[in-house]
């Protein structure tokens, strides 16, 4: 790394606006050398130094800077450096270990019979003597290459016999198998004919629509005008004067009308019931309906109910 000049560092400084004096850039040209940094390097460090310390450049702040800072900071960035992979040499000490893991995988896709023929190839040693040979009886005799006995075709994959296709089967049509006794037996269905009828024709879809596509306004609509009819039922049936709002705060006993939700995914309980009212008597609002003081009560999700009871809070009825 080349020396880094006392006018780098200036520039460097004149950069953030920094004043320095030549004894302070003599200082920090000796710290370039002594921890191998550029001048960008130095002059960075010391901007982090001078902001987190909140310290002016001073002779005394570079002391601190030296002695408190820049050891820190440069044995935490070597350390973050990556170390370079050595690649593993073997001798002809060690060179057997890595012939045994390729003995052992491919002995683990062989049979035993080929395993051991692997096993024995492998643990043959090719000296100059007998090498000429083993490369003789590894070619034919029209100067190909023969079947390396390293690689017998019982791990070789292309030596596998494929699979016949089902459409080129030869028994097509034929029965391969028989449980009891099929013979003249003819098969037919048995039952009543029926017809189907319409059963309200002014309903009859005239024009083609998409099945189950409707949207959230419309089946809202749809649910809130089942909440209505049924409050206008129940309101002739027991002469209620008037639905009052579900979520209203109420000190007296009022009736209201509602469907039964369930406040979670779960199944309904005592301590899941919600009741909400239909948007013309209860802006579509849900309150907790507490079933404690009743001694029995049959409910279940989407029925349509009217109950009576006191909302004093205005976030439960007690029925």
């Not at 004149?14 to 004096?21: C, G, K, P, S, Y």
């Not at 002695?67 to 350390?79: D, G, H, V, Y």
């Not at 019982?154 to 099929?182: E, Q, V």
């Not at 879809?205 to 189950?212: E, G, I, S, W």
């Amino acid at each position: 790394m080349a020396t880094v000049s006392v006018k780098e560092l200036s520039d460097e400084f004149d950069l953030f606006e920094v004043d320095i004096n030549e004894d302070q850039l003599l200082k920090l040209q000796e710290l370039c050398s002594s921890y191998s940094l550029e001048a960008s390097s130095m002059v960075n460090q010391w901007m982090a130094f001078s902001s987190s310390r909140k310290m002016a450049l001073t002779t005394d702040s570079l002391n601190t800077f030296e002695r408190e800072w820049l050891p820190k900071k440069i044995q935490s960035s070597q350390s973050k450096t990556p170390k370079q992979k050595r690649m593993k040499i073997f001798n002809k000490d060690t060179i057997d270990s890595l012939l045994e893991d390729q003995i052992e995988v491919l002995g683990a896709y062989a049979t035993p019979d080929a395993k051991n023929q692997i096993v024995q190839t492998a643990k043959r040693q090719l000296t100059p003597e007998n090498f000429n040979n083993s490369n003789k009886r590894f070619t034919g005799t029209t100067r190909t290459p023969a079947i390396n006995p390293a690689f017998p075709p019982a791990i070789s994959p292309a030596s596998s016999t494929p699979s016949a296709k089902f459409s080129s089967r030869s028994n097509a049509g034929d029965i391969m198998a028989t449980f009891g006794n099929t013979s003249g037996v003819s098969w037919h269905g048995e039952g009543q004919g029926c017809k189907v009828s319409l059963f309200d024709a002014t309903c009859v879809l005239t024009q083609n629509v998409k099945y189950m596509f409707q949207k959230m306004s419309e089946k809202a609509s749809v649910l809130n005008d089942v909440v209505q009819e049924m409050a206008t039922v129940l309101q002739n049936a027991h002469g209620v004067e008037e639905w009052a709002h579900v979520a209203l705060p109420s000190q007296e006993s009022v009736a209201v009308v509602g469907r039964v939700c369930c406040d979670s995914i779960g199944r309904l309980n005592s301590q899941s019931v919600l009741l909400e009212g239909s948007r013309e008597t209860s802006a579509g609002k849900c309150i907790n309906l507490d079933l404690a003081d009743l001694s029995q009560y049959s409910l279940f999700p989407g029925q349509i109910i009217a109950c009576e009871g006191a909302n004093v809070t205005g976030k439960k009825i007690c029925s």
